[in-house]
Nanobody, 126 residues
């Protein structure tokens, strides 16, 4: 049984920084990629960024490029999303996904990920 649990969300003000985390529980082969997605009220879940098992950033959405950074600690089975210069448009529920059969492509597609967490809410407001 594989479970992903996000944590670290909360209310912040515009311009603030926040790091949300994802903890992986259960047994996975040591080559899974991880992705972060987000979903704002009334909108589709959208890709934020992805990272390979080796810690290489695969891609970031244009809307977060240069502001958000994904990094991981495989010994602790944790993946982090560091978010800087947060804006009200970043308000969303943030989800992590595990891609246990990484192909090196399509990491921006929800269908690529076999496991998902339940999300953590980030609210950016003054």
């Amino acid at each position: 049984q594989v479970q992903l649990v996000e944590s670290g969300g909360g209310p912040v003000q515009p311009g603030d920084s926040l790091t949300v985390s994802c903890t992986v529980a259960g047994v996975l082969r040591d080559d899974y990629s991880m992705g972060w997605f987000r979903q704002a009220p009334g909108k589709e879940r959208e890709f934020v960024g992805a990272i390979s098992w080796a810690g290489r950033s695969l891609s970031y959405a244009d809307s977060v490029e240069g502001r958000f950074t994904i990094f991981r600690d495989n010994t602790k089975k944790m993946i982090h999303l560091q978010m800087n210069s947060l804006q009200p448009a970043d308000t969303a529920t943030y989800y992590c996904g595990a891609d246990v059969n990484p192909t090196g492509q399509d990491y921006d597609l929800r269908s690529e990920y076999e496991y998902w967490g339940h999300g953590t809410q980030v609210t950016v407001s003054s």
